[in-house]
Structure formats: C-alpha cells, structure tokens
C-alpha cells in the first residue's frame, strides 16, 4: 500500500535524520516501528504525512508512493483527502482550549458533510470515557482520555491509514493496555496502522511485523513474534538482554515543546 | 459628577472603537502569534476603498459598504499571501518583523495612489445626538460604538458559532496539530487576515467619519498597543474590556488632569495606564498566563 | 620615466580640478526649500508654483536684469533637520559669491540655523515661518538680521483677531474665549503675546487646549470648552487640509453650536472648505496673502491682479493639475500662490540688488531691507515695506459654505470672502 525508498530528509539544510530509509506498510496489518531516541521515527511519521516543510525539513533524496503513485511533496492536507491518511503526532495532539466535542468537530474539517453526528456517536462507541467530559475543555481531561482523544479525532477524518506517533507516552500501563486493544480494533475494522512505539514489548505484541530504525536507516525487519525474540531487540529495547544495559539511549528525555496559547 | 459621567460615556463610545481596533491585532496574534504592526495602514487602505466606492463612484451606503469591507478583506487575504505566508513555520518574530516592513509599503502605496492630503469624509447617518441637560453626546462617536460593538459581535458569533470559526480557534492553538488533522492552516490563516483586514476597515471607516481621511490617520493603529498589551495578546474579551478602558483613560485625562496643565497628558494616559497593569499582570488582565513545562 | 609619468598625471588631475572654476562664469545661484512630500498630510502645490514661477522669471520674465538665476529646489519634507542638512550641504558646495539668497519653510529649521546663517554665512534667507519669536516682538531684524518672512507673524495675526472679538462682541459681559493651539513650535508661538494682548482689551480666555496631530476624536477638547462656556475659539497653527482640523471642526460645529470659530492662516484656506464642509461655514480667519479660490473653481474671485495672475500661471504651466483641482491637482490656488511668490521675491530681491549694491550677499541684503513693492498688486494696491523683514499685510476673511445635492451625494461650495481691508501690522497701533 504504502513504500518508503530510499528516503533521505534533513532539517535546516544540514541535519541529516533520515538516511536512506526504505520500509514497505501492507494494506490492512499493523507495522510497528520501533527504535531509539533521536533514530528518526517522528521525522518518517512527518515526512509520510506531508508535514515535513511546516518543521523545516527537506526531501533531498528518494520517494514516498502510495499504491504507485508518488506522494512526495504533496500538502498534509491533500495527502488526507487523497489517500485517507492521518497523522496522530506525539504527546496527545489535541486542542486544550476546545472541549472534547469541539475537537472532534474541528478535526472532521477536511470533509464538510453532514455526517459528523454519526461519526462522533460512532467515536463515543470506541471510547465511551470521552462521554463524561463531552463539554468539557480538553486541557483539564485526563492523559488517557487525552490520547483516546486524539485518535477519536483521527477517526473523524475517515482515515485508510493511521499513523501513530507513541500513543502510549506517559499513560499508565492499565491504560496502555486497554489503547492497544482498541488500536487492535480498529485495524480489524479495516484500517492500517503504523504505530512508532518506545513501549516496544506491548507494540510488537499487537503488530504484524516490525522495523527497528537506528541512525534514519532500517537496521532490521521481520514478523512481530520474530522481533520479540530477537537477541539485540531483546537488549536494547526491551531491557531484557542477558548482559547489563549497554546503552543509556533509551532512557528517553520527553521535553514538552513550548506552548504559546 | 455630570463631568465625570459624560467623560466616561464620551470614553466608551470611542473605547468600543479601540476594542475592535484589539480584536483585529488578537485574532491575528492567536493564530500566528504575529503582532501586525501594519494595523494603521490597513485602517487607512480599507477607508479608503470604502471612500472610493461610496464617495467617488457613488453608490448608496448599503452597497458601498459591504462591498468596501469585502474588498478590505480581499485586500488583506492578498498581502497575507505574499507576505506572511512564505514565512509560515518560520519563527513569529519573523513575520512580526515583515508587517513592519509592510507598514512601509503600504503606506508608501496609499500616498502614492491617494497623495497625503485629506479627503472630506461625511456619512449622512441618522443623527442621534442625545442631549438632556447638561449632557450631550453627538451623534458620530455614538454610531462609531455601536458600528464597532455589532462588528465585535459578529465576528464573536463567527468564532464561536460556525464551522469555519471552529477551524480557527483549532489553528489558533497549534498549527502544526491542526495541519495534521486536515485543517488547512494555511488557507485558514488567509482567512483571519482578511476578517482583520475587513474589521480594520470598520474602525476605519467610523474614525474617518469623525473628520476626514488621510494617511496621516495611521496612527490611530498605534492606539492598539495599550490596548492589546492591557486586555492581554491573546484574549478577546480583554481586547474589549481594554478598549474601552483606553478609551475612558483618554477622555477623563482630556476632561480633569489636561486642565491643570498637562498639556498633551491624554495621548500618553493609556501607556500609563497600561504601565501599570503590566506591572500587576505582566499577561495582562485576560492574557493566558503561559506555563512552560520542561 | 615612472616619476615623470606620475607627475604628469597630477598635474592632468589638477587641472580638471581647477578647470571648472576658471572657465565657468560667476553664475546667480539661489536655494529654495519648499515640503512637497512627507508624511504630515504636505502639499506639492508649492513646489509646483515656485518652479513655474522661477520657469517664467528665466524665460519670459527678464530674469535679473538679462541674467538667468540658476536656482535648485529641495524637498525638505517637512523636517527642520532635513532642512538644516539640505542649507550646510549648499553652502559647503558653493561658493558664498554665488549662493546669495537662500529660502526655508518652517520655524523648526530657522532656530536650528540662526548662528549658521546670521553670523557665519550672513547669507540672506527668506522663509514661509510666522513665528513670532524671530519675526515678532522677541526677534526682528536687529536680532536676526538675515532671516526675512514672507508674511505676518502669528503674533499679529492672533492680534488680528483677538481685536476682531473685542469689537465684535455683541452681548453683556466679557467675551469669554477658549484657544486651542497646535502642539508645536508654531503652535505655542505667539500664544502669550495674544493672551496679554486680550486681556488688555477686556478679553476673558477661559481655555487654553493643546490639540494633538494624532487626535481622533476632539470631543473632550470640545466638551471642555462647552462647560467653560466659550464663546470664540481661536483655532491656531494647524493646516485646513489635514484630517484632525476636519475632526475638530465637526466636533465643535455640533457641541458649541453658538460659538464662531477663528483661525490662522493654514486655516483660511480653500481646500479647508472641501475638507472640512459644512462645519467649515461661518468661520473667520486671517490670511496674509489673497484668498480668492473657490468650490468650484469657476466661482473664483478674480478681482485681485496677483490671483489672476496665478490663475494665468497655472492655466499655463500645469493645465492637467489646474483642471484636476481637487482630485489630484491644485487642490487650492492660495498653496500654488504661496509658491509662486517666493519665485517673483527672489527675482524682485536680485534684480534690485543688480541694479544697487550689487549681486552678493550684502547687496541682496541692502535690497531686501530697502524694499517697498505692491507685490504685483497682491495687496490691492497697497505697498508695504520690508524694513520689519516681514510682509506687514494680513486680511480678514469669512467661508460661506453651501452644501448643494447631486445626484443624491451633497458636495460643500463656497469661498472665503474677506470682511476686513487689508491690515498693515507695522503701521497698526495696537
């Protein structure tokens, strides 16, 4: 469905993330991505989405297709009218100041029809917490609603594909748990999910297959299950390697990016 | 105490002004967190496309007018393209920078197509002079506050009621989230810029019926200053509230404190008084107080 | 061969340097400054007189005495600085038996210069400034003996119509009169002289406002004269043309409804009429110079010679402008005059030199300070003399503005007429 070629992005002209990143999402599975901070996981996320130039980073070499098509280059929001592809970016992309039922409106813009009611009842179904705090701004809802939240809004753009950028930052395992599931759900339902996850164990458990990205390059690829019982993925990402901890990369440092409103 | 009450009535009406002067500068700020220094100038273009059509090509108010705003808007959806808009991503303090240089421009546009002079500016409105007794208020200021409180509250019910003010106030927050939801911030932003340039028009128009219209009138964009940084940048209510506060400042500095001597005393009594609430709320009294969590 | 070689070049540049000198004739050089852009709502109507004018003197109008004045125009954009700049950068360039007559516009660039032009370059030097503070009773030839104005100063003028109120005033009691003054030099200037000057003749000033440029709203300044029961206001130092004189106008017409309006000479304009409209109507006002354009132009008063012949100027020199009037041209013949007078001075001022003292500096001096002239009937007749170093002559005038209908749109017509002969303020007693 969609295929990543050699895909090469840098920020500011000089800082090189991606380099020469190939990877291949088949219609209908769950594809987990999963690697250090700092590999380049966002910048794939942002770069699929049409949404690299908004962060000032540039495509100097290979191609994104959707199908056979060339979407490289295209805007955010036509890649979502064209293809039915959603972005949900890190650290639960919602807008505070709205209440949960305006964010959910606000984010069926890209459509303009008069089914919103039905899809917002239809997201409620998925997530009947939001329903509490229906009238209530988004800021004061809780890290769980939040998240649940911001992939109800991804719904209510009538999305092919998902991709989700670490839906599990910050949540408690119970809820983490209980956001797979409906991930899992959803993907039954019939849509595509790229998940990025630094909860790599609970990721590739629900995945399909799986990519493990260092440096902006794929550095290994194979069945979710396989992944799991991997050596070096064993080690690094999921703490369980046999020696002591080589690596203090994945001791993740989660920086909230400055909020002006 | 008749003094005091027709000071501050007189403070209200051009207040109200002043608040829709702030709303512009607010809704442009919450988007972009762009200050647009170049408030004046729009003022002065968007009288004076109204000036053109109503005065100049001679039709009746009611299609001067609507249509002086829509080309207002235009106007300013034009210039937000070529100007803002290439810097979108890039840091605020870049475009703030850029409405700077556009002042210029577009000032240096005016005089070149209208020349510097004054151009007589007469609506024939209702007169609705209210005088009881002692106090007397003329009929201008009255229409200009009630023009610019329908304005704001248009533009309130367009936020807060529609579809489109929804994709806004959603852009408003985050660009980035909106974009990835679909929301065409792009577009969305041109259109704030053209609603600021349309309401711009409105206080434009009502101030130029004051008196007359020039380019000289820019400066009456400087008034927005005290009044976003009292009401707070990124709140509209404080854009109203701090209107008319600038406003009655101005006119009980004009009625009790120029008297004694201090001559000129009204035209700095708002950044006084502004001093002073920055000194209380340094956000302002409605700006957001912003937290910064690392 | 490199020493010869060097020497041979210095000598080739030196003689370029000096060639121009040695060849060129003395020439007639004079310097006008006049503001015909900037951001203070400026007119180019000055410009645009003082350069036909000066076309006029070269070619048709004899020059001095045969000889052609090679005159240069600067924009001084309404800025003393740029003003002060433009005269050092000239009298650095040229030479001080060439640069004999020299012209500025306001009192901003006069007092900045006062040293540099009275006792450095004693060059004569002809302004479009009223200040009293130079011309008037704190100044004057003794003082400054190189500064002339071209009209009376705001300290007269403001005589002029504080004596028009105490003879005037019809009802018991003092007349009680608020004034409202510009904020700035011009503005301020003369204020004290005149509230004496009132006070003496029974005047009782019951305000005194300072009106910003910036205003947008002339209520308080309005509502304040109200409650202070004003019954003439004295509207001084600002132009006609500009958007604050329209706010204040309409304001006042509409919160003073019995009070009559006065003003000085920016005000007693034309184009006050077009900006200004119907709140305009009644007002009196001194001029120092003929007020004879009207809305629309046709109307004209043309009974004075000198504003015929600016008629004839304009007809001539600038028929596209003539013709736009308001809509982009001469917008008011009294500003195209006020160009075209300093062009028929400085020609009126050389050639009495030429045929007296001499064309230098000092002898355009002796000839200015000996000057008596009609100004080519500007002053109906009446001859003045410039020993005061200011054209004594100033006139009362009253606009009647008519509002007419066309085509469902009211458009003001009317003209100032004057309501006073003219008034020389060097022979007045006051």
């Known amino acids: ?261 | 105490m008749i003094d005091f009450l027709q000071a501050v009535g007189d403070g209200i009406f051009i207040g109200l002004v002043y608040a829709l002067l702030g709303l512009c500068i607010v809704i442009i700020f919450k988007a972009s967190e762009t200050f647009n220094f170049a408030i004046g100038e729009f003022l002065v273009f968007g009288a004076f496309l109204f000036y053109v059509l109503f005065f100049d090509l001679g039709f009746p108010i009611v299609v001067a007018f609507p249509v002086g705003l829509a080309a207002a808007a235009a106007v300013g959806g034009i210039i937000e393209w070529f100007s803002i808009r290439p810097l979108l991503g890039r840091s605020p303090l870049s475009m703030t920078m850029v409405t700077l240089g556009l002042a210029m421009v577009m000032r240096a546009v005016i005089q070149f197509i209208w020349g510097s002079h004054s151009y007589s500016f007469f609506l024939e409105l209702p007169d609705i002079t209210v005088e009881k007794g002692e106090f007397l208020f003329i009929s201008d200021p009255i229409w200009a506050g009630m023009l610019s409180i329908v304005t704001f509250i248009v533009i309130l019910l367009f936020l807060f009621r529609t579809r489109w003010g929804l994709a806004i106030r959603a852009v408003s927050e985050d660009q980035a989230k909106a974009m990835a939801f679909g929301i065409n911030a792009r577009f969305i932003l041109l259109i704030i810029w053209a609603i600021s340039a349309a309401c711009i028009a409105v206080a434009g128009i009502m101030i130029s019926n004051f008196g007359a219209l020039s380019v000289t009138s820019v400066s009456v964009g400087l008034r927005s200053i005290p009044v976003v940084l009292i009401g707070g940048m990124d709140s509209i209510i404080g854009a109203l509230v701090a209107g008319i506060i600038v406003g009655v400042t101005e006119s009980l500095a004009g009625a009790y404190i120029e008297p004694l001597g201090l001559v000129g005393f009204k035209e700095v009594a708002p950044y006084f008084m502004m001093l002073i609430v920055l000194f209380i709320r340094p956000y302002g009294l409605f700006g957001t107080v912003r937290i910064e969590r690392v | ?430």
Not at chain 3, 232 to 258: E, M, N, P, Q
Request: proline share 4%; net charge positive.
């Open chain 1, 1 to 261: 469905m969609l295929s990543i070629n050699n895909l090469r992005v840098v920020y500011h002209d000089v800082i090189s993330v991606l380099n020469g990143i190939s990877l291949e999402v088949k219609e209908g599975e769950i594809l987990v991505i999963i690697g250090a901070n700092g590999a380049g996981k966002t910048t794939l996320l942002r770069t699929i989405a049409g949404m690299i130039h908004f962060y000032n980073g540039d495509i100097i070499d290979g191609d994104i297709k959707m199908g056979d098509v060339s979407i490289k280059g295209l805007d955010s929001s036509d890649i979502m009218k064209r293809y039915s592809l959603t972005y949900v970016m890190e650290d639960r992309p919602i807008f505070e100041y709205l209440t949960i039922e305006e964010n959910l409106k606000a984010a069926s813009y890209s459509r303009w029809d008069n089914k919103v009611k039905d899809d917002i009842e239809m997201v409620l179904d998925y997530f009947p917490g939001l329903k509490r705090t229906f009238n209530r701004r988004a800021g004061y809802a809780s890290g769980g609603e939040q998240q649940m939240l911001a992939i109800g809004m991804a719904l209510m753009t009538k999305p092919r594909m998902l991709l989700l950028d670490e839906p599990s930052l910050g949540l408690a395992p119970l809820i983490t748990r209980e956001l797979f599931q409906i991930i899992q759900k959803l993907n039954r339902s019939g849509i595509t999910v790229v998940l990025v996850e630094q909860n790599a164990f609970a990721a590739l458990n629900i995945g399909n297959r799986g990519y493990v990205v260092e440096m902006g390059r794929v550095v290994l690829d194979g069945e979710g299950q396989e992944l799991l019982k991997n050596e070096d993925v064993r080690e690094f990402y999921l703490g369980a390697g046999e020696t002591t901890r080589k690596s203090f990369k994945d001791a993740k440092r989660y920086k909230r990016r400055k909020r002006w409103l």
């Open chain 3, 1 to 430: 061969m490199k020493k010869k070689a060097l020497v041979g070049l210095s000598i080739l540049i030196l003689s370029f340097l000096i060639l121009p000198f040695s060849i060129t004739a003395k020439e007639i050089k004079t310097l006008s400054q006049f503001p015909m852009s900037g951001p203070t709502g400026s007119l180019p109507e000055f410009g645009w007189g003082f350069i036909d004018g000066m076309t006029w003197v070269n070619a048709e109008g004899g020059g001095v005495n045969g000889k052609n004045i090679k005159w240069y125009l600067e924009d001084m954009r309404y800025s003393p600085t740029v003003e002060v700049a433009t005269f050092n950068k000239y009298a650095a360039e040229h030479d001080s038996s060439e640069l004999i007559l020299a012209s500025g516009y306001i009192t901003g660039g006069l007092k900045p210069l006062i040293s540099k032009v009275n006792i450095e370059e004693k060059i004569p030097w002809l302004d479009g400034s009223y200040s009293n503070e130079i011309f008037g009773s704190g100044g004057g030839p003794s003082k400054y003996p190189y500064y002339y104005s071209l009209g009376a100063t705001y300290g007269d003028q403001l005589k002029i119509l504080v004596r028009w109120i105490a003879k005037n005033h019809k009802g018991k009691g003092a007349p009680r009169v608020g004034f409202v003054y510009s904020p700035t030099a011009w503005g301020r200037d003369g204020l004290p002289g005149a509230l004496a000057y009132g006070r003496s003749l029974g005047i009782k000033w019951v305000a005194e406002i300072e009106y910003p440029y910036s205003a947008t709203s002339a209520t308080s300044e309005c509502m304040t004269l109200r409650k202070k029961k004003a019954q003439y206001v004295i509207y001084h130092g600002y132009s006609g043309a500009t958007g604050h004189t329209a706010i204040f106008f309409k304001t006042a017409k509409k919160i003073l409804r019995k009070a009559q309006l006065l003003g000085t000479q920016y005000t007693t304009m034309t184009i006050t009429i077009a900006v200004v409209q119907d709140a305009f109507d009644g007002y009196i006002g001194v001029s120092t110079r003929p007020v004879g354009d009207a809305i629309p132009r046709s109307a004209a008063d043309m009974s004075n010679p000198m504003i015929k012949l600016t008629h004839q100027f304009a007809k001539k020199y600038r028929p596209k402008e003539y013709k736009a009037g308001l809509r982009g041209g001469i917008k008011d013949m009294f500003l195209y005059m006020e160009g075209l007078q300093y062009a028929f001075m400085l020609q009126k001022a050389l050639t009495e030199a030429d045929n007296g003292a001499g064309l230098t500096r000092r002898g355009v001096k002796e000839a200015l300070d000996n000057l008596v002239w009609d100004f080519k009937g500007m002053f109906d007749g009446k001859t003045f003399s410039y020993k005061s170093h200011t054209i004594p002559m100033a006139r009362l005038y009253k606009a009647n503005v008519k509002m007419v209908k066309i085509k469902g749109k009211k458009f003001p017509t009317g003209k100032l007429t004057p309501v006073s002969d003219w008034i020389n303020t060097d022979k007045t007693e006051w």
